[in-house]
């Protein structure tokens, strides 16, 4: 990055001493840069996305070494979905199972080079696990991606950190965020895909950890905004939502109740009451369905990520300015945490204020109060 783009997406220091928080990111994909790389930032906290079975140790320990400094959140991405079996017996074969999953149906050739699934159920033993190890953990990344193809070679994809960990360079940073999706090979892609079917069993089970356990969850969704919507309201069907008048009265009858009984705490609605849609990229107009205080009885949230977003143009200003001003957040949704992490990060906070015109600092305590109230909430969820 040249010396005036610093300059350009550079913060007063009386920002940073606000505080920014990063919604979205993934630095535990390049693991032996994070200590160093949180050295040289100023963020406050990093929320920090696991994605796939073989990351969700790495993110609780980032999160056990740098406990002021990282929220952990764990899940399992829709692109690694295929490497889960949903059913309660494990298949016959790896090929029974990828061929009921997978569209169109690959040849046997494809399924040799694909590992033997892992049952969903022993996944969801570990996110409750590593949930109850992190009072404050989000569920995510999860979501829907209708869009995603396996790569070709078969191979999961890369998350492989080169072993010259030692570099601090911004050029070994940005060749390591390039590679982070894997060799050559791997990015070339299949025409095979996962079910809706199959992404969306294994998004349900994973919310129903964060029902039962009260956590946030942050969301990826790639040609399947209605689908995502759909999934969320068949959660919510059937839920009123009280008027002001009605949550008075709910609040001294509960409060009366709490003095004739020694349970005091009420029954968690059956669905997540914070959600992140990351790195949105819908329609303009589908944000008013997922705000809608009388239908919608969660609150929605919207980040934004330069990596993402900035190629959307003028749309991403149109979302922006609908996104109500308490519900939207920023990330960098990046890999190596550092100071191209850093710029990503101011950078994103200048674009959002200029697009809301508001003052940087302005902006910085909205932004910090959106990501408080996303992470950890309060009681009264209506």
Known sequence: MAIEEIEKYSLPDSVWDI?????????????????????????SKLTIMATRLDDQEKVHEAASQFPDRIVPSFGYHPWFTH?????QQAPTSKYDHY?????????EEFLDLLPDPVSLESFITQLTTNVKRHPHALIGEVGIDRSFRLPKSGKQISFVESDSSSSSSDDDAKSEASSCCGEADQRILS??????????EVLLAQLGVAAKFERPVSVHGVQAHGVLFQIFSELWAGVHIPSKKEKNREKKLLNEERTESSDNSPRPPPF???????????PPDQISLWTNKRKIPAQVYFSFSIVINKRYGDKFNKVVQTVPDDRLLVESDFPVAGERMEWLHAEI??????IKGWGVEEGAKILK????????GHNDWN
């Open 19 to 43: 505080g920014i928080y990063d919604a979205h990111c993934h630095p535990t994909d390049n693991y032996k840069r994070l200590p160093r790389g949180l050295q040289q930032m100023r963020a």
């Open 83 to 87: 490497l889960l079996y949903t059913s």
């Open 99 to 107: 061929r009921a999953i997978l569209f169109p149906e690959p040849p």
């Open 191 to 200: 025409p095979f895909r996962v079910t809706l079917e199959h992404q969306k």
């Open 272 to 282: 997540p009451t914070r959600i992140c849609l990351h790195s949105y990229s819908g």
């Open 349 to 354: 906070v200048l674009r959002v204020c200029e």
């Open 369 to 376: 109060n959106n990501w408080h109230e996303f992470v950890y």
